[in-house]
T-cell receptor, first 114, second 111 residues
């Protein structure tokens, strides 16, 4: 069965722009989580969506937002980009019923902000 | 807040055992996990342990949990060059899929 698909894989933006990243979870998975990975801060939880509702949110400013569609696909948006937003953004999907550990990660979208 | 700590680097010789250590802070975590990340890839779940267990073995992997000291370790027996990667310890926080990850341990396997 197909894995978690993230698009685009690589993108370059300039400060002040906005970006939208997309994640298609594994078929049947209802939970989608987003993480930011940087060399300095490591993996940090952004938010989690389950059945189109944001269920958990990490400590990121309001410039970071997301949504989930009825087919469980998710998008995250970052507005007014800053240099520090350069990172690998990872999406993970799971059945979402309980934290049993089965998070399946995509390969990530690498964002560079110039 | 919740925090997970790991040493950042580990080098071992091929064929030796590797032990990667982790400490965590949230005593209410139900599950603790080990993920592996190879270059240019996302994270892959290696194994997880339920908090009421002390040990879990899965082929070359052994997970030890000391709940009193909030210490988790991953032992890889007969380490191979293909095991070279970054290993993340993680704990689940609260409901849902909110995981706190450690900084990752970069394992280098020398021939």
């Amino acid at each position: 069965k197909a894995g978690v698909t993230q698009t685009p894989r690589y993108l370059i933006k300039t400060r002040g722009q906005q970006v939208t990243l997309s994640c298609s979870p594994i078929s049947g998975h209802r939970s989608v989580s987003w993480y930011q990975q940087t060399p300095g801060q490591g993996l940090q939880f952004l938010f989690e969506y389950f059945s189109e509702t944001q269920r958990n949110k990490g400590n990121f400013p309001g410039r970071f937002s997301g949504r989930q569609f009825s087919n469980s696909r998710s998008e995250m948006n970052v507005s007014t980009l800053e240099l520090g937003d350069s990172a690998l953004y990872l999406c993970a999907s799971s059945l979402g019923a309980s934290p049993t550990g089965e998070l399946f990660f995509g390969e990530g979208s690498r964002l560079t902000v110039l | 807040g919740e925090d997970v700590e790991q040493s950042l680097f580990l080098s071992v010789r091929e064929g030796d055992s590797s032990v990667i250590n982790c400490t965590y802070t949230d005593s209410s975590s139900t599950y603790l996990y080990w993920y592996k990340q190879e270059p240019g890839a996302g994270l892959q779940l290696l194994t997880y342990i339920f908090s009421n267990m002390d040990m879990k073995q899965d082929q070359r992997l052994t997970v030890l949990l000391n709940k009193k000291d909030k210490h988790l370790s991953l032992r890889i027996a007969d380490t191979q060059t293909g095991d070279s990667a970054i290993y993340f310890c993680a704990e689940s926080i609260g409901d849902g899929q909110n995981f706190v990850f450690g900084p990752g341990t970069r394992l280098s396997v020398l021939p």
